[in-house]
């Protein structure tokens, strides 16, 4: 695939693999209910366990979602902007965490040099 074809499939892209992680979101979201109502179901230890483990699947289907908000937002970017502003999507992005890892990657990615000339940028499979 060369660069141009890149650049038009990423915005599209984005955009269904937000979708994705939407739907991801709300399959987490109905597991954490099932896990919510065993925990009531039994006592001790065992309850104990499963709050935890409807804690962890919240906070999963926390990251999922803010995921998805930076697709999207970066998929309207690329489609409607002149220039994309990543700072702006990742204001938009709920969990610090998640913003200051993309971030970090956002920012190294764009010191990395660009490809000689010559490179068609196509993928060579050997």
Excluded: K, W
């Excluded at 935890?52 to 998805?68: F, G, I, N, R, Y």
């Excluded at 890892?101 to 940028?121: H, K, M």
Aim: proline share 7%; charged share 20%.
């Amino acid at each position: 695939m060369r660069p141009g074809q890149v650049a038009v499939l990423a915005p599209p892209l984005l955009a269904a693999l937000a979708a994705e992680m939407d739907h991801a979101g709300d399959l987490c979201a109905r597991l954490e209910e099932l896990v919510t109502r065993l925990a009531a179901a039994v006592e001790g230890e065992p309850r104990e366990l499963a709050l935890s483990e409807a804690q962890t699947l919240d906070v999963l289907t926390q990251h999922l979602s803010a995921v998805a908000i930076f697709m999207r937002g970066m998929s309207e970017q690329l489609t409607t902007a002149r220039n994309v502003d990543p700072d702006a999507v990742l204001a938009l992005v709920p969990l610090s965490d998640v913003a200051g890892r993309l971030r970090s990657v956002l920012y190294n990615a764009s010191q990395i040099p660009p490809a000689p000339d010559g490179a068609s940028g196509d993928l060579d499979l050997f």
